[in-house]
């Protein structure tokens, strides 16, 4: 995949924050932890990026050899060369179990409470601007979650959902708080367990969140969106706290 995808031009929008490698580095590892780009996936090239990015070439190039340190890519050269995504290893799940452990309860709270505002708004500002092509790629994604096999692909149909009713809601900063929270909630939301999230409900869910935005309804919208935050966040803490007592 040398060029970016509509989802993936968005996550990569250009950078507000000085254009500085280590940004430039965390948009592309949220974009790997989101799925929008898959294991063996090549990465756009330099210049595409520097241009989406509106940073310089030296930038782009910098911020590559953080992510080849980081283990999240690999540069080949020759003429199929570039950059590809290389998957976290499965002791990824272990990091972030651990994760999910070590945070305090006021934490995910805090990062509830800004999935709650975030999302709710984006769904209101949805229902109020949204594109007439929306319900076929919203419709796609429910059925996504509904059908998806294991917690990645899970993971990576719940944040495409989130994400695309942000960048439906035509405000480049909201998607990019959609972008950085499913980041950092979805890898910890979809985690492997005994009692995890319901995936049909969550699917529900999503499907009333499109219903009451195609409808035009943005009070609608925006309080279906906030019951579906407050049930994720509902999840976690659980988790979270189950974790803790394993010690």
Known sequence: MGSATPLLSAVLAPLADLGRADAVARR???????????D???????NDLADQLGVANGTVREALALLREAGLIETRR???????????AEGSQHLQLARLRDLATVDLRDLGDEELAVFGTAAR?????????LGPRLTRLVHDLRDAAGSAERCRADARFHIELAV??????????AVRLQAELGPLLWLPAPHGPDQERFAEQHREILVAVL??????ARAAAEAHAVACVHHLVRRHLELADDG
């Open 28 to 38: 592309i590892t949220e974009a790997i932890a989101l799925g929008l780009v898959a």
């Open 40 to 46: 063996g996936d090549q990465l756009p090239s330099e």
């Open 78 to 88: 020759g003429r199929n060369g570039g950059s590809f995504v290389r998957t976290p």
């Open 125 to 133: 500002l949805a229902a109020e601007r949204a594109p007439a092509d």
């Open 168 to 177: 439906a809601a035509q405000s480049v900063r909201l998607t990019q708080l």
């Open 215 to 220: 409808a035009g309804d943005a009070a609608g």
